[in-house]
């Protein structure tokens, strides 16, 4: 049976309707511009404007992974966390707050010092053999994302027989891994621009709905992606109305959280749909 709540910080966050993660990089390098914050005024008052516009959950992240980005140490990346973080929950003590960190000592960090409740982990366990066990033992959430190789070599690993079924089947090993280890709160992300061309990006959102079958609610990261950009030939600053057409997508292949930019665009988007999902049970419904 799907399941369609989250145990975060002792609290269930409820996925029946699909819900908002707008993304914060506290990074000097992340491909979309726009979307890199420092610790100070201008991150709180992002942080602020996404809650108004309606997230659920803010994803904090301080290791760029775009391709080939350059490598920090872990040190650096806790350094980029905390100070950003830190600054983040005094003024908003009830956020619910995602870490993007493929690293388990930065996510013990992050959990224990912070109270941060979700694990974003772009390895999907491979790029830290201690991430699993690190956060059964931390009882956080943990959202598994599907990749190959590192953020530097990614996109030199797109060589797929069946790029839908493999990805299916790696998340299924790796839930069952965490299942032994106590993990229950498990969401999966396709891993849309990782370790995937184009047109491979494309193949896994048409055949979204696949996805359903792993029984845990399923995150779509799509916003100014490369799919958009080189299909479009545009650049992440005027991906907007590509993203907003893609999140449709991804919502009626049964994403239950959009990760995303641009916050107010993809609320309206989740209403929309909705509307029009729902519009069969309404026969009197006045347009």
């Known amino acids: 049976m799907f399941k369609h709540q989250i145990k975060i910080n002792g609290k269930l966050l409820d996925l029946s309707s699909p819900v908002v993660m707008g993304i914060v990089n506290l990074t000097p390098d992340s491909f979309f511009a726009e979307s890199r914050y420092h610790a100070g005024r201008g991150l709180l008052h992002t942080v602020e404007n996404m809650l108004a516009d309606g997230a659920e959950i803010i994803d904090f992240g301080g290791y760029s992974t775009r391709p080939q980005a350059e490598d920090i140490s872990p040190d650096m990346e806790i350094k980029r966390l ?6 983040v929950v005094k003024r908003f003590p009830d956020l619910i707050m995602s870490v993007d960190t493929f690293r388990a000592n930065v ?15 772009i390895g999907g366990g491979t790029l830290d053999r201690l991430m699993f066990e690190t956060v059964a033992g931390l009882d956080a959430a943990y959202i598994l994302m599907h990749t190959r190789g590192t953020p530097q070599n990614m996109q030199q ?7 839908v079924s493999e990805v299916i089947a790696f998340l299924q090993k790796q839930i069952a891994r965490l299942r032994l280890l106590g993990v229950n709160d498990i969401i999966v ?3 849309f621009g990782f370790a995937k061309t184009t047109l491979q990006n494309f193949e896994l959102l048409n055949k979204l709905s696949y996805f359903s079958e792993l029984g845990v609610p399923l995150l779509a990261g799509l916003s100014r992606k490369s799919m958009i950009c080189k299909t479009l030939n545009i650049k992440p600053e005027d991906a907007l109305n590509g993203t907003t057409a893609l999140n449709m ?6 994403a239950s959280i959009l990760r995303v930019h641009d916050v107010k665009q993809a609320k ?5 749909f909705q509307t029009y999902k729902h519009a069969g049970n309404e026969p009197d419904m006045v347009l």
């Open 189 to 191: 992300d396709p891993g």
């Open 249 to 254: 997508l991804a919502l009626a292949g049964g």
């Open 157 to 163: 690993n797109t060589d797929y027989t069946d790029v």
């Open 82 to 87: 905390s100070e950003g973080i830190e600054a």
């Open 268 to 272: 309206e988007a989740i209403q929309l």
């Open 107 to 121: 996510a013990q960090h992050v959990v224990t010092n912070y109270g941060v409740g979700i694990i974003n982990d």
